[in-house]
């Protein structure tokens, strides 16, 4: 009994780390926002539309041809399906605000999005079980609309909203809040993902084995490297938009919100094997995504 209480603690201890993570991260991204940055969007929405384009329709269509010819276990392939219905989102905004790409767009794109998938995520997920699970399998796992709708609206927008007021009507001290929460939220990052990683389902772990890590990660891979660069290049050669908010559409497509689709397979529907695809993508995806756009960025002021 009382093993089985320490458990649940333990449990309870991961879900509410991570929820306190995704919170902490929007709102230091908020901070990061002014009106006049909303206003010049507002005058150039080209930008918005194909990166809204991108997130909500490609990046979900790529997932789910690699997940349903990838030859990996049903979970995994509602994982990586999930993880795909997470576009950008805390994570992708952190980046695009450590790199100085186009903030504004991204959580534009993020603001809407996290309206959206109110409803797509429970819907497709709820598709995606019952496409890739067995009738029996399928049976024991649903994603709940309303606690799933609750959930992205508390820890997405509420605390984003919070940070931008924040900062318009505390200027000074909001950006100085900005730098402590560039690196608070790094550590609180890595905390969550070891944990998960590391750890064992006792102890609110993945339990995860090197082998399941392997056998995952080519997939994983291929989905993350493969919508950032397509991506970008879409919306730069063939839509003509600038080298700033290609980046940035790259970088909200390219990295999912791993931290939400694991409270998504975790909590949300309590399996832990459709966490992994998440989990596994979350310990490269950020620093490839980094050094990318840092990289895109650093040459184009090069250029100048």
Known sequence: MARELLRMIDL???DVLNTIVLISIM??????????????????????????????????????????????????????????????????????????????????????????????????????????????????FSLPVGETAAQVFGIILTPALLGFLYRRYQDTNAQ???QFFKWINL???????AIKFFFGEQSGGSGISWAEVWQ?????????????????WMAKRKSGLSELDATTIGIEVGLQNTTLALLITSTLIGNEEMSKPALVTAVFAFFTTITWSYSNMKLKSNKK
């Open 27 to 140: 709102f230091g991204v908020g901070t990061s926002l002014t009106v006049d940055d909303f206003r010049h969007l507002s005058k150039h929405p080209q930008a918005w539309v194909i990166g809204m384009i991108l997130q909500m329709l490609w990046l979900p269509a790529m997932a789910f041809l690699i997940a349903w010819l990838a030859p990996l276990s049903d979970a995994y392939k509602v994982g990586l399906f999930i993880l795909a219905l997470c576009p950008g989102g805390t994570t992708s905004n952190f980046v695009s605000f450590l790199v100085d790409a186009n903030v504004a767009l991204s959580i534009s794109l993020t603001t809407v999005n996290s309206f959206l998938i109110l409803f797509t995520i429970p819907f497709f997920a709820n598709l995606g079980l019952e496409f890739f699970l067995t009738e029996e399998a399928e049976s024991s």
């Open 187 to 193: 550590v609180l990052l890595a905390l969550v993902y």
């Open 216 to 232: 995952i990660l080519p997939y994983a891979l291929l989905l993350h490297l493969l919508t950032m660069f397509s991506s970008y």
């Open 176 to 178: 100085k809040v900005q």
């Open 12 to 14: 309870n201890f991961i």
